[in-house]
């Protein structure tokens, strides 16, 4: 996993934070924990989007060191849209339907919320791990 | 690069195989399996290279799934009923809190009130909603099955009609008195929880069934 992710979409400016959190809770860990902070985020920045799309720009802005799976990608857009946080557009594209993803007010509200708390969750993790390093 | 019509069809009977045939999801994971194709023969792959490589990547999430929380006599594939397994425990937690909440409400309003009507017209009322919600999950199941489209909103309360009509129909006070209210056997606290836990689930598929209307009848977007 390119460990510049939660820099790229979550914020963090300090490499080594991210690092010492990795190693205190695994990658995969992390990662599953951060997807809907992820995919919350990208649709904050880029106003709505479709599943390939996100996979995508996730790949593009991780140049390809991180890759979402379809099998974790559609459940987490799925849970997020049951939980009213995203809506959804249908449009046609080349004589095919494309499902839009998009934030409502909720999500909006929500995706602060999320990264909020995420950046106060590594600048905890920031003193316990590692008191030399900080975010600020 | 833009597949023709003999490759679509390929990716919508590989879709058929796997029976995916709920709109809601067929729909994106269609459009998601053309771009990728697409993004590969642009890159230098052919069409069948392509394909299979997109294949393998679906089938882990397209292969036949069943879960105890649906019931294990139905399978289907593994992404439609993971949406339902979620669906269902979130529903279930709904329903009985709220459930929860009406009975305590009306038990303290009852102890603190006591109802002077007679119990065979507490029954009655009680009765006569249960038997709307029985009428309602029939109309639900019968529009969903004449629709030509299914989607997964539809195929979650399929799954679920015959648990919830036969559960609503057995504890009828009308149809069966043992569990109406001021009855020998009656629980009190655990009756109300019970109706009100049954009017509460029919109300939340309700909403799903909207959803599922929603779902069929979309508007495209400009």
Not at chain 2, 14 to 26: G, S, V
Request: aromatic fraction near 14%.
């Amino acid at each position: 996993m390119n460990k510049k992710l939660c820099l790229k979409f979550l914020g963090i400016r300090k490499l080594a934070i991210f690092e010492s959190i990795v190693a205190y809770m695994g990658n995969a860990k992390l990662y599953k924990g951060s997807l809907n902070t992820i995919i919350l985020k990208l649709l904050e920045e880029q106003g709505k989007m479709y599943g390939y799309e996100i996979t995508q720009k996730v790949k593009e802005l991780t140049k390809g060191e991180l890759q979402i799976t379809e099998g974790a990608l559609y459940p987490a857009l799925h849970k997020l849209e049951a939980e009213g946080l995203l809506d959804v557009e249908v449009t046609k594209v080349d004589n095919r339907l494309r499902k839009y993803y998009k934030l409502t007010e909720a999500g909006v509200k929500e995706t602060k919320n999320r990264l909020a708390e995420l950046e106060d969750f590594i600048r905890s993790m920031q003193h316990l791990v590692n008191p030399k390093w900080s975010i600020d | 690069m833009s597949l023709n019509n003999d490759q679509l069809l390929n990716i919508n009977n590989y879709l058929d195989f796997k029976d995916l045939y709920h709109l809601d999801l067929r729909m994106e994971i269609f459009d998601h399996m053309v771009e990728s194709i697409e993004m590969k023969m642009s890159m230098g792959s052919t069409f069948s290279e392509a394909f299979e490589l997109e294949c393998k990547k679906w089938n882990p999430e397209l292969k036949s799934y069943s879960s105890h929380w649906l019931g294990l006599v139905h399978s289907g594939p593994k992404l439609v009923m993971q949406k339902c397994v979620g669906t269902i425990k979130k529903l279930y937690l709904k329903s009985l809190f709220a459930a929860l909440v009406v009975a305590v409400c009306l038990f303290v309003a009852e102890s603190l009130f006591p109802l002077k009507a007679n119990p065979a017209i507490i029954n009655a009322f009680v009765g006569a909603g249960m038997f709307i919600c029985v009428f309602l999950w029939v109309y639900w199941y019968i529009r969903i099955r004449k629709s030509p489209k299914q989607t997964s909103y539809g195929y979650f309360i399929k799954i679920n009609t015959i648990g919830s009509v036969v559960s609503i129909f057995i504890f009828n006070p009308l149809v069966d008195t043992t569990f109406g209210y001021g009855s020998p056997i009656s629980l009190g606290f655990g009756w109300i929880f019970l109706h009100a836990w049954i009017f509460v689930w029919t109300f939340l598929f309700a909403k799903i069934f909207r959803k599922h209307g929603a779902t069929i009848n979309f508007r495209l977007a400009p």
